[in-house]
C-alpha cells in the first residue's frame, strides 16, 4: 500500500530525537483514526463523498501536486492547460476518497453490499483450471486496496506486496482496517525473496507495478522510457506463474467494478529477458490505456518520468 499523500509528517526531520518523533508519531495516528472514524460515519457513499472534498482541498496545496501536473503533462501532452489543472484536482478528490475508504473497507468489501463486482475474463480461471498461483497485477487506480478482491471471491490464497507508512502508529491502525482484505501482506522492501517464496508454496502474489522503480530497466510508458520492474515478468516466466492484469474502476461514489484479464503470454522464441521486457512493456501499455479512460482516478503524485524528461515537460 502506498504512503498517505495527505498527511503532512514532521517525523523525518525529528529523527535525532526519538522520544519526541514516537510521540509525535502516535499524535499523528491519533488525530488521523479520528479524522476517518469521523469522516466515514453514516451513509457509505455520503463518507466517500466526504473524502473527495477533502481531497480537492487539501491536496492541491501540497508539495507532491507538482508531480501529479508533471506526470498528467508528459501522459497527455496535448491535454490543454485548464484541462491538466482541473483533472489534477479530480484526482487529489480520489485519493481522499481512497483515504476515507480505509474506514469503510469492512463495508466497502461485505458481499452483501453489492459495492464491489469482480468479472473474470480468463485469469482467475486459469489459475482455478491449472492449479498454479498466479501474479495479480495492477495500476494506482480508484481504489488499489481492493486488489486482494479479484482472488479473494474465488478463494485463491493471496499475499500482496505493499509499502509500509513510515509511521508505525499509522501503519498498525491502518493493518487493523485491512484485515478484512484477507490477505498477507510482504513489505517492497523486503519482497523480492519472500515473494519468490509464496509462489513456490502455492500462494498467488499481487502487486501495483505503475510508479516508478529505480532498479528497474527503462520502459516505455506513454511512449516516454520509464524506470519499471521486471521482477513479476521474470518470476512468471521462471516458476509458470501466469501474469494476470487487473482493472478497478470507480462506478460512483464507493462502487466499483474489478476486472480481471486474460494472462499476459510471453512472446516464443526470445530470451528470458527479452521476453520479460516484452511482457512487461505491453503491462505498460495495457496501464496507459486504462488511466487514458479516466486519467482523475489514476493517483499520480510521485515522480513517474527521469528528472530530466521533467524538466522538459516544464519548460514546453
Given at each position: 500500500?502506498?504512503q498517505?499523500?495527505?498527511?503532512?509528517?514532521?517525523s523525518?526531520?525529528?529523527?535525532?530525537?526519538?522520544?519526541?518523533?514516537?510521540?509525535?508519531?502516535?499524535?499523528?495516528a491519533?488525530?488521523?483514526?479520528?479524522?476517518?472514524?469521523?469522516?466515514?460515519?453514516?451513509?457509505t457513499?455520503a463518507?466517500?463523498?466526504?473524502?473527495?472534498?477533502?481531497?480537492?482541498?487539501?491536496g492541491?496545496?501540497?508539495?507532491?501536486?507538482?508531480?501529479?501536473?508533471?506526470?498528467?503533462?508528459?501522459?497527455?501532452?496535448?491535454?490543454?492547460?485548464?484541462?491538466?489543472?482541473?483533472?489534477a484536482?479530480?484526482i487529489?478528490?480520489?485519493?481522499?476518497?481512497t483515504?476515507v475508504?480505509?474506514?469503510?473497507?469492512?463495508?466497502?468489501c461485505?458481499?452483501?453490499s453489492?459495492r464491489?463486482?469482480?468479472i473474470?475474463l480468463?485469469?482467475?480461471?486459469?489459475?482455478?483450471?491449472?492449479?498454479?498461483?498466479?501474479?495479480?497485477?495492477?495500476?494506482?487506480?480508484?481504489?488499489?486496496?481492493?486488489?486482494?478482491?479479484?482472488?479473494?471471491h474465488?478463494?485463491i490464497?493471496?499475499?500482496?506486496?505493499?509499502?509500509?507508512?513510515?509511521?508505525?502508529a499509522?501503519?498498525r491502525?491502518?493493518?487493523?482496517?485491512?484485515r478484512?482484505?484477507?490477505?498477507?501482506?510482504?513489505?517492497?522492501?523486503?519482497?523480492?525473496?519472500?515473494?519468490?517464496?509464496?509462489?513456490?508454496?502455492?500462494?498467488?502474489?499481487g502487486?501495483?507495478?505503475?510508479?516508478?522503480?529505480d532498479?528497474?530497466?527503462?520502459v516505455p510508458?506513454?511512449?516516454?522510457?520509464?524506470?519499471?520492474?521486471?521482477?513479476p515478468?521474470?518470476?512468471?516466466?521462471r516458476?509458470?506463474?501466469?501474469?494476470?492484469?487487473?482493472?478497478?474502476?470507480?462506478?460512483?461514489?464507493?462502487?466499483?467494478?474489478?476486472?480481471?484479464?486474460?494472462?499476459?503470454?510471453?512472446?516464443p522464441?526470445?530470451?528470458?529477458?527479452?521476453?520479460?521486457?516484452?511482457?512487461?512493456?505491453?503491462v505498460?501499455?495495457?496501464?496507459?490505456r486504462?488511466i487514458?479512460a479516466a486519467p482523475?482516478?489514476?493517483?499520480?503524485?510521485?515522480?513517474?518520468?527521469?528528472?530530466?524528461?521533467?524538466?522538459?515537460?516544464?519548460?514546453?
Open positions: 500500500m502506498p498517505l499523500y495527505l498527511m503532512s509528517s514532521l523525518r526531520q525529528i529523527d535525532r530525537f526519538p522520544a519526541l518523533r514516537d510521540q509525535l508519531w502516535r499524535l499523528e491519533a488525530g488521523l483514526g479520528r479524522i476517518l472514524r469521523a469522516a466515514g460515519a453514516g451513509d457513499d463518507a466517500s463523498d466526504r473524502g473527495e472534498r477533502f481531497g480537492r482541498l487539501i492541491p496545496h501540497l508539495r507532491k501536486h507538482q508531480h501529479v501536473l508533471f506526470n498528467l503533462r508528459t501522459a497527455f501532452p496535448a491535454m490543454p492547460q485548464r484541462t491538466v489543472e482541473v483533472t484536482g479530480r487529489w478528490g480520489a485519493i481522499g476518497r483515504l475508504e480505509y474506514a469503510l473497507l469492512d463495508r466497502i461485505d458481499p452483501a453489492g464491489v463486482r469482480v473474470d480468463g485469469g482467475v480461471e486459469h489459475v482455478r483450471r491449472t492449479g498454479k498461483p498466479g501474479i495479480f497485477i495492477s495500476a494506482h487506480l480508484a481504489n488499489w486496496n481492493l486488489l486482494p478482491l479479484a482472488a479473494a474465488a478463494r490464497p493471496l499475499t500482496v506486496v505493499y509499502r509500509r507508512q513510515s509511521n508505525p499509522i501503519e491502525l491502518m493493518d487493523d482496517w485491512r478484512v482484505l484477507d490477505c498477507r501482506f510482504l513489505e517492497v522492501k523486503e519482497a523480492s525473496r519472500p515473494m519468490l517464496r509464496e509462489l513456490q508454496q502455492g500462494r498467488s502474489v502487486l501495483l507495478m505503475d510508479q516508478r522503480y532498479l528497474g530497466r527503462a510508458f506513454f511512449g516516454v522510457p520509464a524506470s519499471t520492474s521486471l521482477v515478468a521474470r518470476l512468471s516466466l516458476l509458470g506463474a501466469p501474469l494476470i492484469p487487473v482493472r478497478i474502476e470507480r462506478r460512483g461514489s464507493a462502487r466499483f467494478v474489478i476486472t480481471v484479464q486474460r494472462p499476459i503470454e510471453p512472446e522464441g526470445l530470451s528470458e529477458e527479452d521476453a520479460a521486457l516484452g511482457m512487461t512493456t505491453r505498460n501499455e495495457l496501464f496507459a486504462w487514458s482523475e482516478q489514476w493517483l499520480c503524485a510521485k515522480r513517474r518520468w527521469p528528472r530530466p524528461h521533467r524538466q522538459k515537460v516544464a519548460a514546453a
